[in-house]
């Protein structure tokens, strides 16, 4: 299989493994929320923003380098 191919195919699956890494940090949060519990949802934000910020800037870069 061509290098190229190869790299794009391994790129999206690091994609799609960082989306879901970003809803699994990002779901509790919303499910606080939902029920009204702003104080926990917003304690849960504050204890992972390094981790949702880390993904986010990965996820990016992942993206940026499929193009």
Known sequence: ??????????????????????????????????????EMATLIRKTIKKSIEAVDKDLKSVEAKNH
């Open 1 to 38: 299989m061509d290098a190229t191919v190869d790299k794009i195919k391994h790129l999206a699956s690091l994609r799609e493994r960082l989306v879901e890494t970003q809803k699994r940090l990002l779901t509790p949060i919303g499910e606080f929320e939902d029920v009204g519990n702003k």
